[in-house]
């Protein structure tokens, strides 16, 4: 499944590095989230996009900042990270109309705070 | 917070056996969703039951969505070891939002 691209693949940074993340969904779907999966937790929504609009806010810090162009980009701005910031991050996407609750990820991108 | 509890959080068989995944909460969900994670990569949509009662099968996999659409179940039967991985459940409660369980590690044995 390639409908969702998620870029880099792999990252390491410092604590007082400015990085980003982006992620590209080919599926024509409007709707997109941010995901945080740590060891041993279920994964976390952290942001979700409608139309390019910010619908929810999960309490994230402020050191993760999202930008949603249009609906096929959703880009995560990572500055001043905390090594339990450590995590794989996803991105999904979701259609409009009655699929609306099934959500299509892409492969993440595994961080590394040190 | 919705809480989906996901049981077992491991599993380890021999290939051939047959298995059972469950995923309860005391939410009503309007609908559920089965992923498989493999290491590396991201969750891959197995199914998505929507009805009370509904039970979809793919190929040697079974899913069952409870009645009162709180809790559901996943079966594979002969299990083979490409069928390793994490398997999640997720329910949907409002647009946008899916609560995840944290999941069950599968593996099987040659």
């Known amino acids: 499944e390639t409908g969702v691209t998620q870029t880099p693949r792999h990252l390491v940074m410092g604590m007082t590095n400015k990085k980003s993340l982006k992620c590209e969904q080919h599926l024509g779907h409007n709707a997109m989230y941010w995901y945080k999966q740590s060891a041993k937790k279920p994964l976390e929504l952290m942001f979700v996009?409608?139309?390019?609009?910010?619908?929810e806010n999960n309490s994230v810090p402020s050191r993760f900042s999202p930008e949603c162009p249009n609906s096929s980009h959703l880009f995560l701005h990572l500055h001043t990270l905390q090594p339990e910031d450590s995590a794989l991050y996803l991105c999904?996407?979701?259609?409009?109309?009655?699929?609306?609750?099934?959500?299509?990820f892409g492969p993440g991108t595994r961080l590394l705070v040190l | 917070t919705q809480l989906l509890e996901q049981s077992p959080q491991f599993l380890s068989i021999q290939e051939g056996e047959n298995l059972t995944v469950y995923c309860n909460s005391s939410?009503?969900?309007?609908?559920l969703q089965w992923y498989r994670q493999e290491p590396g990569e991201g969750p891959v949509l197995l199914v998505t039951v929507v009805t009370g009662g509904e039970v979809k099968k793919l190929k040697r996999l079974t899913f069952q969505f409870g009645d009162a659409r709180k809790d559901s179940s996943l079966h594979i039967t002969a299990a083979q070891p490409g069928d390793t991985g994490l398997y999640l459940c997720?329910?949907?409660?409002?647009?946008?939002?899916?609560?995840f369980g944290q999941g069950t590690i599968l593996t099987v044995h040659p």
């Open positions: 999904a996407s979701s259609p409009p109309g009655p699929q609306r609750e099934t959500q299509y």
């Open positions: 939410s009503v969900f309007s609908s």
């Open positions: 996009y409608n139309f390019k609009e910010q619908t």
């Open positions: 997720a329910g949907a409660k409002s647009y946008g939002k899916l609560t």
